[in-house]
């Protein structure tokens, strides 16, 4: 018997916009802005006002901080994405974490992660409490401790990553939103690591989804953008409110700079994590390697409940090797490798997060939470992954060779790290005796 075919009415019914896979709905990017031409690009509105049609009457668009065509084009394009009802773009991933704790009263409590990225930590530590907003952070993975922390206060706000910046520990996204919301907080989770090419914070019950467009978005280190998806056109009223009263708005160039990103994201993301998995099964497996941190090898503890939340590890991991100077001339003697902060491009990166990116965090407290000064994070780009993995190897051979000699990537004689400054003060005073005694 020949199978059953398509009935007629199935193959008269085009498929519907949302059950396109996430490929399709980022090469036609949705939007309701009316364009007379029919411009296979979104056309850029490089306008700061608008004509109207008279002195009481109001077109569509007045001011571009209250709203642009190109802009809406993007916001819009991201809300489908993420399965939201309203998504805002900001100037950078910082002022749309800022506009998250415009959310949030005086006399409120905030908890978050003690892994984030060190401009939300300062953010939280060094802004918020300034307006009577109290700040808890908590190892996220303890899902008690999390518990205790929301219940411990005024809990209005919990903000998470996951995986966090620059540990990749894995958070579990659900847990966390239905504890909040018992409570009646709201939830926003910084997806900017995933991005909705590999994770949905909203299907996964979050209320706001953040992402930095300066990363994945935009894709090629040319923007600074941020952007908030939220369910809810209540909420959405309430992030506009601040998006125009304080003028956090990303402008129409950049806008269209992130759309152009968009339309490429998915071929990007995959192949950046092929080669991020490359990198990190080879450095698990190398001598020197403490420990990798990539939810994308099966060895993570986070692995099972990562891809119980998400469909891709991505394309940032990091690694420790014991040993901060040796951690620093592999970063150094790199050459594919850019030393760079921030993650995502088209171009493979590489810091010592301690040094760059989360610098701003205190030295006591980054140790207080465990954050080692010898962790690189490297971000894959598209190039060849033959090509990324020899360049590693490359920099692991001089970092042998250097350290095995003595001598730090400049060639100066490698200064020794301490664990504490105890420590510091007893070599010192060894070495001093030693000298002494010799004479
Ligand atoms: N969130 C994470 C996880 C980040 O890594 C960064 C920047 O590195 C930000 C937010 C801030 O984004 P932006 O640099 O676009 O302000």
Redesign the pocket.
């Known amino acids: 018997m020949s199978p059953p075919r398509a009935t007629a009415r199935d193959e008269l019914t085009p498929r519907d916009p949302k059950d396109w896979k996430i490929a399709t709905k980022l090469a036609h990017a949705k939007s309701t802005v009316s364009d007379p031409y029919g411009a296979a690009a979104p056309p850029l509105y490089q306008t700061a006002t608008f004509a109207q049609p008279s002195a009481t009457t109001f077109g569509r668009y007045d001011y571009t901080r209250s709203g642009n065509p190109t802009r809406d084009h993007l916001e819009q394009a991201m809300a489908s994405l993420e399965n939201a009802d309203r998504a805002f773009a900001f100037s950078?991933?910082?002022?749309?974490?800022m506009c998250v704790t415009r959310l949030v009263n005086a006399g409120e409590r905030i908890v978050t992660g003690d892994d984030?990225?060190?401009?939300?930590s300062r953010l939280l530590a060094q802004v918020v409490p300034k307006v009577g907003i109290e700040v808890v952070n908590v190892d996220m993975k303890d899902l008690e401790a999390v518990r205790a922390a929301i219940n411990g206060g005024k809990t209005t706000m919990v903000m998470m990553?996951s995986p966090t910046?620059p540990r990749l520990q894995v958070i579990d996204i659900k847990a966390i939103c239905d504890m909040a919301h018992e409570k009646g907080a709201l939830v926003c989770v910084?997806n900017?690591?995933m991005c909705p090419t590999f994770q949905l914070p909203l299907d996964l019950g979050a209320d706001i989804s953040?992402t930095?467009?300066?990363?994945f978005i935009a894709g090629h280190s040319d923007v600074?953008?941020?952007l908030l998806a939220c369910k809810g056109q209540e909420l959405g009223k309430r992030i506009y409110f601040h998006q125009n009263a304080e003028g956090l708005h990303l402008g129409p160039f950049d806008c269209w700079l992130a759309l152009r990103g968009l339309k490429t994201m998915q071929l990007r993301m995959e192949r950046q994590q092929q080669n991020a998995m490359t990198l990190a099964t080879w450095l698990e497996a190398h001598p020197r390697v403490k420990k990798v941190n990539y939810p994308g090898l099966k060895t993570n503890v986070g692995h099972d409940l990562h891809f119980k939340q998400a469909t891709g590890a991505g394309s940032v991991f990091s690694f420790t090797t014991g040993d901060v100077e040796f951690s620093k001339i592999v970063v150094e003697e790199t050459q594919l490798h850019k030393i760079t902060?921030?993650?995502g491009g088209t171009t493979s990166l590489i810091s010592l997060p301690c040094f760059m990116?989360h610098a701003s965090i205190p030295a006591d407290v980054r140790a207080a939470r465990g954050l080692p000064d010898d962790l690189v994070r490297i971000s894959c780009g598209i190039e060849d992954a033959e090509d990324l993995l020899a360049d590693l190897k490359y920099a692991f051979a001089v970092a042998e060779k250097k350290v095995g000699e003595g001598k730090s990537a400049s060639g100066a004689a490698v200064k020794p790290v301490y664990a504490s400054r105890e420590e510091e003060l007893l070599a010192r005073i060894a070495e001093l005796e030693s000298k002494l005694g010799g004479k």
């Open positions: 950078s991933g910082m002022s749309a974490l984030i990225y060190g401009g939300t990553e910046n910084d900017s690591m953040m930095s467009a300066t990363k600074t953008g941020g902060v921030s993650f990116s």
